[in-house]
């Protein structure tokens, strides 16, 4: 919620954390990856050139918790 009301240059690199909107994933040309992440309150829409943090997943996440 914090970056999407900020306003960047073209090209300028800042740090991003949130979930992958499911199906929101295409990858173009060479290395570069378009998709959206959401914080569950906004959506942000991402072109990522490079390769890929270890942490980027492309798939839904499940929360289960357990009580005893």
Do not use: H, N
């Not at 306003?7 to 173009?28: I, K, T, Y």
């Not at 060479?30 to 942490?55: E, I, M, Q, S, W």
């Amino acid at each position: 919620s914090d970056v999407a009301g900020m306003e960047m240059a073209p090209g300028q690199r800042f740090r991003l954390g949130g979930l992958v909107e499911e199906g929101s994933v295409e990858r173009g040309t060479g290395t570069t990856v378009r998709f959206v992440v959401t914080d569950g309150a906004k959506t942000l829409p991402v072109t990522y050139t490079g390769v890929l943090p270890d942490l980027f997943i492309d798939r839904p996440v499940s929360r289960v918790e357990r009580k005893r």
